[in-house]
C-alpha cells in the first residue's frame, strides 16, 4: 500500500501527516481547496522531507475532479481531513458545515467505491463524547454531539459503519483525535489560524509573540484541581504518526474501528501558560473570565486501544510540545503570510 491520497493535506494535521507518510515510504497526494489552508506549505514539505508531495487544488465536493485524481493515480488508500473544524462557526452556519462536511465526504465514499478503493482513515474527533460520563474516556462511551461540527463528525462516523457493515471490502479506521497542539521541530509548517485563534494553544503563543494583549481564561470554577478546564493535549507530530500505523493496520482489520489519538494525560489551562512561559521565556497575560458556553471540565483518553492494536503511542511530553510551538510561532510570527 503506498499511493495515498489525502484530502485537506495542506491543512495543520495533513501537512505534518504529509511529512509522516513521507518519511514512512508512502506517496501521498495532497487535495485541498485551499479554504483554510495555504500553498506554501507544499514548499516547506519539499524542505523538510526532500520530496515534494503533488498536489491538487480542487473541493472534494467536486465528484468530477475526484474521479480524474482516482483514475490518474489509482490510490490504494484515502487519509480525509478535509473539513471545516470551528464549532462556533458550525452553530451560525450549519448548512455550510453540512454541505461541507458531511456533503463532501459522501462524494468522497462514492468516488472511491467506484474506483474499488476502501481504505479509508478519517479524521474524527472527541468532541463526539459530547459530555463525557467518565474520563479517561474509552472508545465504548456514548456519543453524543452538542454543535453542528460534532454532528457532521457524528454523522460521517454512522456512515461508515453503514458502509463497512452493507459491504465488507471496506477497511476504515475513525481516528477520533484529542487537543493537536505544536508544530513540527524544524519550525517550517505549523498551525495558521484564520482570524483570531478559538483554541487554547494558537492563542497563547499569539499573545506570547505579542499578536494578541490578553488571553481569556474561560472559567475557574470547573470541578479540576486549579478551577480551569483540563484537556488531553497532543503534539501534532505525534498525531500524525498515527495515520501512517492506522493505514498498515487496515491490512489487518476489516470494517470500521474506532481509535482514540491522545496520550492519556490531561493538563488546565493555568498548567498550559505556565508551561507555555517556561519555554518562551514570555509572559502571558491573562485574565479569568466566565466560562465558555458548551465548554466541558475534563477530557482526556484512554489510549489502550490505539496501543495494543495499532501499535501508536504519543511520544513528546509537554515541554517538547511547548519549544516547538514556539519556534513556529517565533520564526513564522504571522504564519505563512
Ligand atoms: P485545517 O483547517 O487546518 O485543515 C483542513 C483542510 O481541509 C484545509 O486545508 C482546508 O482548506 C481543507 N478543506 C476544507 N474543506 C474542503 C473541501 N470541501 N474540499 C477540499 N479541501 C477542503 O484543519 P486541521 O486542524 O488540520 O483538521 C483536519 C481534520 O481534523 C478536520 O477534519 C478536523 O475536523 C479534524 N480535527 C481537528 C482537530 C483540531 O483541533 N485541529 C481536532 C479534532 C479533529
Ligand atoms: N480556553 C481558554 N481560553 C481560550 C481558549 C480556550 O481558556 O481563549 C480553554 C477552554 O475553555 C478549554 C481549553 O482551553 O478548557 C481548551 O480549549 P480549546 O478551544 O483549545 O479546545 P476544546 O477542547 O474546547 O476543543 C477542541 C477543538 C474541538 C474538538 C475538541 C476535541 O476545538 O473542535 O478539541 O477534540 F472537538
Given at each position: 500500500m503506498?499511493?495515498?491520497l489525502?484530502?485537506g493535506?495542506?491543512g495543520y ?7 509522516s507518510l513521507?518519511?514512512q515510504g508512502?506517496t ?5 481547496n485551499?479554504?483554510n ?12 522531507t526532500?520530496?515534494r ?16 485524481l482516482?483514475a ?7 487519509i480525509?481531513f ?5 464549532v ?5 452556519q450549519?448548512?455550510?458545515y ?20 476502501y481504505?479509508l ?14 474520563v ?6 456514548p456519543?453524543?454531539?452538542?454543535n ?8 460521517i462516523?454512522?456512515?461508515l ?12 479506521s475513525?481516528l477520533r ?13 505549523g498551525?495558521?489560524?484564520?482570524g ?23 472559567g ?8 480551569t478546564?483540563v484537556?488531553?493535549y ?12 492506522a ?9 470500521c ?5 491522545g496520550t492519556?494525560r ?8 505556565q508551561?507555555f ?8 497575560n ?7 458556553p ?13 496501543a495494543e ?11 517538547a ?17
Amino acid at each position: 500500500m503506498k499511493k495515498i491520497l489525502v484530502t485537506g493535506g495542506a491543512g495543520y494535521i495533513g501537512s505534518h501527516a504529509l511529512v509522516s507518510l513521507i518519511e514512512q515510504g508512502f506517496t501521498p497526494v495532497i487535495v485541498d481547496n485551499l479554504r483554510n489552508s495555504d500553498i506554501k506549505v507544499v514548499d516547506r514539505i519539499a524542505q523538510i522531507t526532500g520530496v515534494r508531495p503533488e498536489a491538487h487544488i480542487a473541493d472534494i465536493r467536486d465528484e468530477r475532479a475526484l474521479r480524474q485524481l482516482f483514475a490518474d493515480y489509482q490510490f490504494d488508500a484515502v487519509i480525509h481531513f478535509a473539513g471545516l473544524k470551528a464549532v462556533g462557526e458550525s452553530v451560525a452556519q450549519p448548512q455550510r458545515y453540512y454541505h461541507n462536511n458531511v456533503g463532501g465526504s459522501l462524494s468522497l465514499f462514492s468516488v472511491m467505491a467506484e474506483h474499488d478503493c476502501y481504505r479509508l482513515v478519517f479524521s474524527s474527533s472527541a468532541t463526539v463524547y459530547g459530555v463525557p460520563e467518565s474520563v479517561p474516556i474509552n472508545e465504548t462511551a456514548p456519543l453524543c454531539a452538542t454543535n453542528p461540527y460534532g454532528h457532521s463528525k457524528l454523522m460521517i462516523e454512522q456512515v461508515l459503519h453503514d458502509l463497512a457493515e452493507a459491504d465488507s471490502r471496506w477497511q476504515i479506521s475513525l481516528l477520533r483525535y484529542f487537543n493537536p497542539i505544536s508544530a513540527h521541530s524544524s519550525g517550517l509548517i505549523g498551525e495558521d489560524p484564520d482570524g483570531v485563534p478559538n483554541n487554547l494553544m494558537p492563542y497563547i503563543s499569539q499573545v506570547g509573540i505579542g499578536r494578541l494583549k490578553q488571553l481569556s481564561v474561560y472559567g475557574d470554577d470547573y470541578d479540576t484541581p486549579d478551577g480551569t478546564g483540563v484537556r488531553d493535549y497532543i503534539h501534532v507530530v505525534d498525531l500524525a504518526s498515527a495515520h501512517s500505523k492506522a493505514l498498515l493496520a487496515l491490512d489487518v482489520d476489516h470494517g470500521c474501528q474506532a481509535y482514540n489519538i491522545g496520550t492519556g494525560r490531561g493538563y488546565s489551562v493555568l498548567e498550559m501558560v505556565q508551561a507555555f512561559e517556561r519555554a518562551s521565556g514570555q509572559v502571558i497575560n491573562y485574565q479569568v473570565r466566565a466560562r465558555r458556553p458548551g465548554d466541558i471540565a475534563t477530557c482526556y483518553a484512554d489510549t489502550r486501544k490505539s496501543a495494543e492494536q495499532l501499535a501508536w503511542r504519543a511520544e513528546f511530553d509537554l515541554d517538547a510540545m511547548m519549544r516547538d510551538l514556539w519556534r513556529w510561532q517565533s520564526n513564522n510570527p504571522s504564519g505563512y503570510k
